[in-house]
């Protein structure tokens, strides 16, 4: 058995029918297909962000007022982080493994339970850790961010749960409510209210508490269960090193922000988060995709055929983010004219864009490496190797971005990257499972970043910017192509 109390990975399985099926299931017409649609909702929150950070930064003007914004953001989602202690995860995988959902429906409710006390504890001593984080003693920013914790963490621990049944209409009826409902109801509340940060996330938190009431009536949560230790001590098992390895992927992927904010200021940090997002959004895409792939590979006992759709799916996603890293790099000059004011100094922010979109490469190593651990049950190489990773980028942040501003930012967090991406692989080991990356398909991932870095040392006046769109345009059917050889692989 395994820690998640399913059968061992490598375990025979007395079922070949159930298993060709789990097999077929994640095969790459399911991946691409029906797989690929659980990824693009569960991205559905990140794009909209997305969409909605260009207007909140004209609505807000100020980049400071822009920049505590995207702080709090960044808090939220560490808070969210501790909160479920990994929780999250073992829902899906206890789902995936078992076939079944009753015990995945009492871990749910421990795991809501659970966030509620830490939600509790971070709320009476918020004054005190306030001020570490840059935002002042008793802060309102801070309140509302708190109060977040709980209805986010709940509606994401029961996506979980449907994400792993396959109920792809009520995954996305949530998913869609909680993304561009809570984006559309904390534009109307800053309209209402006025240009602040805290009356933006006001909007976020009441569109994910009916979110909650949604999600639990489509689940059902089994309470009666939930303080079960028979049920919960795996789930802790594998969950508390993946709270300490998302800790760190926190720090790797928004630390940057907070050491920002404390050396250079909030104004910084809102140029940061403008070109981070335009950068970030394709690489974090490709990581939350593969997240809704974990149940389907999950579902597969027979350890060479799991470790061997996971390498192959990871080419398909190197495959596919050559035409993506090079049309965003390509249209970036553009797209930061459009989603910045001229307050903002986008010409300075190519290089930022470049350099955090060329993590996506990475990302998805990372991301195939990390399902094959997860799988096991094998959670503590996970944490290691994102602890290491983190502390790296904050003690590159502290030496770079004094020296070269929010590029040297960007910058720590590729090394970062690049760190994680062969720690994990180490890990991993079974060199004579996992499947090696073509040369070819290597190589041309290196001829993609280089053209991309060349391109940053191109002018940016208006008529190489409308050139640099035209190509980027230029590179859409070659995403489709690439898209339908996955589905066909």
């Given amino acids: ?65 822009f920049g505590r914004l995207s702080s709090a953001i960044a808090l939220h989602q560490m808070l969210v982080v501790v909160g479920v202690v990994g929780l999250d995860q073992a829902v899906v995988l206890r789902r995936g493994q078992d076939g079944h959902d009753r015990d995945a429906r009492s871990l749910a409710s421990a795991a809501i339970m659970v966030v509620t006390a830490v939600t509790g504890l971070l709320f009476v001593t918020s004054r005190w850790w306030g001020e570490f984080f840059g935002f002042g003693e008793a802060s309102p920013v801070v309140t ?40 559309i109801a904390g534009i109307v509340v800053v309209l209402i209210a006025g240009p602040s940060a805290q009356d933006y996330l006001l909007g976020l938190v009441a569109v994910d508490i009916v979110a909650t009431v949604a999600a639990a009536l489509l689940t059902r949560p089994q309470w009666r269960r939930a303080m079960s230790w028979k049920v919960l001590r795996p789930g802790l098992t594998l969950g508390a090193p993946l ?51 974990t149940p389907r590979f999950a579902a597969i006992k027979d350890l060479p055929t799991r470790w061997r759709l996971i390498g192959q799916s990871r080419d398909a996603l190197y495959r596919v ?23 903002f100094q986008p010409d300075s922010l190519l290089i930022v864009v470049f350099l955090i979109v060329s993590n996506a490469f990475l990302i998805a190593a990372t991301g195939a490496t990390g399902r094959m651990l997860i799988t096991e049950g094998r959670s503590v190489p996970l944490a290691v190797w994102a602890g290491t990773s983190a502390a790296l980028n904050v003690g590159l942040n502290l030496l770079l971005v004094p ?21 994990q692989r180490w890990s991993a080991g079974r060199r004579d499972l996992w499947p090696r990356t073509p040369r070819r398909l290597l190589v041309m991932a290196g001829v993609v970043i280089a053209v991309a870095a060349g391109t940053v040392l191109l002018p940016q006046d208006l008529g190489w910017n409308i050139a640099r769109v035209v190509l980027g345009l230029a590179c859409l059917p070659w995403l489709w192509v690439e898209v339908q050889r996955a589905r066909r692989s």
């Fill in 144 to 183: 509302v961010t708190v109060l977040w914790t709980l209805p986010s963490a709940a509606v994401m621990i029961m996506m979980g749960l449907l994400l792993a049944g396959d109920r792809l209409g009520p995954y996305t009826a949530v998913g869609i409510a909680t993304a561009a409902g809570g984006q």
């Fill in 1 to 65: 058995m395994d820690p998640a109390g399913g059968p061992a990975a490598g375990e025979a399985t007395q079922h070949q029918a159930p298993q060709s099926e789990a097999t077929d299931r994640a095969s790459g017409s399911a991946l691409f297909g029906r797989g690929l649609l659980y990824g693009i909702v569960t991205a559905l929150q990140l794009v909209t962000s997305a969409l909605v950070s260009p207007i909140l930064a004209h609505l807000m003007g100020d980049p400071a007022e």
């Fill in 243 to 293: 709270m300490f390895s998302a800790l760190s992927l926190f720090v790797l992927n928004a630390g940057d922000r907070i050491v920002i904010q404390r050396l250079l200021g909030p104004a910084e940090v809102g140029r940061y988060q403008i070109a981070y997002t335009v950068g970030f959004v394709a690489a974090q895409l490709i990581g939350l995709i593969g997240s809704a792939w």
């Fill in 321 to 343: 983010l050559c035409p993506v890293v090079l049309g965003v790099v390509l249209a970036a000059p553009m797209l930061l004219r459009i989603v910045a004011p001229e307050s």
């Fill in 403 to 423: 020296i070269a501003g929010i590029a040297g930012a960007s910058a720590a967090t590729v090394i970062a990257y690049t760190a994680q991406s062969f720690g």
